[in-house]
């Protein structure tokens, strides 16, 4: 009996000793199940188990016994042992625990520590458990980290996991621009753009619609959660709803031999889509490229480019950019006709050569025949416009000598591109050949400032010496002549008045000619020049006058 009350009060003093040395609760009360560490106090399916001893934050029972730190106090049971409960003494003050200034906040601990620490408690999908409340009353998305969370190819890879409030849920922990907080790295570090993911993201008049982020690696950044086609994932949208022709941007895009070129891919809503991302003129924006870097003509696409009466006709847009028609050729193709992007041109310009046809830009468009003016290259059709003048009088509609050619009076290019043909200087070069040029017409020239034509054997500038008359059967020429010579008026002539007045018969030589014999007047022409004129005056073979041959008694 002496031996008992000794071995109490040993362990009365003991206790005191301990006591004395412990961090304990502050108000020690009675404990109020001491039972509880009985046999199974640390066995999951016994009764007896720790964990299902105390409510929601009734930790201060146990630290009545193990101290506030959970290290000890009257037992000699350190629950924070590494092996145990490490993360266990953040909640030494339940009242600091949600309070991100205070030094015991839960998220401080994750700052060097691991969700596997939270789970002994909280349960493997952080939902609660026996003693602990769950973590995803405040953290829904929070199930997501377990092993293999930053491991694309676990099941636990976070890319997999739908977030039931979007990036809220991740905002609450990694901070609102994604870099990080108190207790969670920076998502940043692996995906560079993940910060445009704010309020108005999706609102054009909003400082973060994300059409308005410069994207550090391009749409790669985006790819990586929206999907290599931008189709969507588990936790984002899909980019086609708004941006139907997102997905050619893949690798390749650039390349015209790759199957993913942007030229192969059909455009379901036209130049629209590429508008959305590459602005209205096509010049690029905060995060789309210039197209008019490869494109140089692409801002001719605007509403009204199939309107001749439109500001924006392309035929304007082109006659503005020295008509540069292979520009057009990269999307329509190299016949025009069409390609994945770009319809056929060859509706309208159904003409051979179409849109490089010459009628395109001068002449009748819808008759491929008539490729002089009018129209000219300002789409004038009066005869008083410089660029269309007389056209139609030499090419056309000649009632004294055979059509004059194009080659006559301008340098006739071979192809559309040829050398001098699209080089910019307007108006077009007037370089006098053949006809213009024959006998002593080696002077001809065009005024451009005056708009008259000079020195051109066609209008006169011509002298047939009588020593050099050739016979005409057994009719020696020199008989007509009543001078040494024979000569036209050399007559200047206004290239756009265009009213019969500039040529008519007697304008260009005398009736007669200076130098040759009067036989009584314009009735007697057709005596020896007969089959080419008659008794009124009338040229009736328009291919034996102003031909460069004097054509006398059917010769």
Same mark, same amino acid.
């Given at each position: ?7 109490? &009060? ?98 401080? &601990? ?102 308005? &982020? ?342």
């Amino acid at each position: 009996m002496n031996r008992i009350i000794t071995l109490i &009060y040993l362990v009365f003093i003991s206790s005191l000793i301990f006591i004395g040395c412990s961090e304990l609760e502050d108000n020690i009360t009675t404990v109020s199940n001491p039972g509880i560490h009985g046999e199974g106090v640390m066995n999951l399916n016994s009764p007896n188990f720790h964990g299902n001893y105390f409510d929601k934050w009734k930790f201060s029972d146990c630290q009545n016994c193990h101290a506030r730190n959970f290290q000890g106090g009257l037992t000699p049971v350190n629950c924070a042992d590494a092996n145990c409960h490490p993360a266990l003494n953040i909640h030494q003050d339940s009242s600091g625990v949600f309070n991100q200034s205070s030094s015991n906040f839960h998220g401080r &601990y994750l700052q060097t520590n691991s969700f596997t620490d939270c789970q002994q408690c909280h349960g493997e999908n952080l939902a609660g458990g026996l003693s602990s409340p769950s973590c995803a009353t405040c953290h829904s998305a929070i199930s997501v980290h377990k092993t293999g969370i930053i491991e694309p190819a676990s099941p636990n890879f976070h890319g997999k996991n739908p977030l039931s409030g979007e990036f809220v849920n991740c905002q609450s922990c990694h901070g609102e621009n994604f870099t990080g907080g108190i207790s969670s790295p920076s998502c940043a570090t692996c995906h560079s753009a993940i910060s445009i993911h704010k309020i108005g993201i999706i609102d054009p008049s909003s400082p973060n619609f994300h059409g308005k &982020y410069p994207l550090p690696n391009g749409f790669t950044d985006c790819q990586q959660c929206h999907g290599q086609n931008f189709a969507g994932g588990n936790l984002s949208p899909t980019c086609i709803t708004c941006h139907s022709s997102i997905i050619v941007h893949k690798s390749g895009i650039s390349d015209p031999a790759s199957p993913n070129f942007h030229g192969k891919n059909p455009l379901t809503g036209e130049f629209e889509n590429c508008q959305q991302c590459h602005g209205a003129n096509f010049t690029g924006g905060s995060i789309s490229p210039s197209c008019a870097t490869c494109h140089t003509a692409i801002s001719v696409h605007k509403s009204g480019i199939n309107d001749p009466s439109s500001a924006n006709f392309h035929g304007k847009y082109l006659a503005n950019n020295n008509w540069n028609l292979p520009n057009c050729s990269q999307c329509h193709g190299p016949t025009y006709s069409g390609g994945t992007q770009s319809p056929t041109c060859l509706t309208c310009h159904s003409q051979p050569g179409g849109p490089e046809a010459c009628n395109t830009c001068h002449g009748n468009f819808n008759d491929p025949t008539r490729i002089a003016p009018p129209q000219d290259l300002n789409s004038n059709t009066v005869t008083t416009a410089k660029g269309v003048g007389a056209h139609e009088k030499h090419l056309y509609t000649n009632v004294f000598g055979k059509t004059v050619e194009c080659e006559t009076c301008h340098t006739v290019p071979q192809s559309l591109n040829s050398v001098g043909h699209l080089d910019g200087n307007l108006p077009a070069e007037v370089d006098f050949n053949g006809l213009a040029i024959f006998n002593i017409a080696g002077n001809a020239n065009y005024n451009s400032s005056n708009v008259t034509c000079a020195n051109t054997y066609c209008h006169g500038n011509f002298e047939f010496l009588k020593e050099s008359a050739g016979m005409y059967g057994s009719v020696n020429g020199q008989f007509a002549y009543s001078a040494p010579k024979m000569e036209g008026n050399k007559r200047s002539v206004i290239w756009n008045k265009v009213d019969g007045s500039e040529a008519q018969c007697g304008s260009c030589h005398g009736l007669p000619p200076t130098g040759h014999v009067d036989f009584g007047g314009l009735s007697t022409c057709t005596n020896c020049h007969f089959g080419i004129v008659n008794a009124q005056g009338q040229i009736i073979d328009k291919s034996k006058h102003i031909n460069g041959v004097k054509n006398v008694f059917g010769y």
